[in-house]
């Protein structure tokens, strides 16, 4: 499976952007999809997740914000984020990972960067 991530760029607090990751093939019915950003000397934290099944969640620092979703016909997830702030500056990673009992396939993105100016 291949991610590409578009949609990044310059933004000014308060502003929305929308990124996208659009996989190789269709996966949506068994990955789970995440969003990861990485600012500059910190770890990748994981930011939000959309299950198989539909489930949600967020880290608590954009939650109300931004908002993941998918399109299956376009084999393409998003995040909507809106009222960035300029803690939200980082390289963000889209990332789709399944489980099974003997094995873990886990597919990242290339990175897309977001920069927000106070």
């Known amino acids: 499976v291949q991610l590409q991530a578009s949609g990044g760029g310059l933004a000014q607090a308060g502003d929305s952007l929308r990124l996208s990751c659009t996989a190789s093939?269709?996966?949506?019915?068994?990955?789970?999809m995440n969003w990861y950003r990485q600012a500059p000397g910190r770890q990748r934290d994981l930011v939000a997740t959309l299950t198989s099944g539909g489930s949600t969640n967020y880290a608590d620092s954009v939650k109300g914000r931004f908002t993941i979703s998918r399109d299956n016909a376009k084999n393409t997830f998003y995040l909507q984020m809106n009222s960035l702030k300029p803690e939200d500056t980082a390289v963000y990673y889209c990332?789709?990972?399944?489980?099974?009992?003997?094995?873990?396939?886990?597919?990242w993105g290339q990175g897309t960067q977001v920069t927000v100016s106070s």
């Open positions: 093939r269709s996966i949506f019915r068994l990955y789970t």
């Open positions: 990332n789709a990972r399944r489980r099974t009992d003997n094995s873990l396939y886990n597919y």
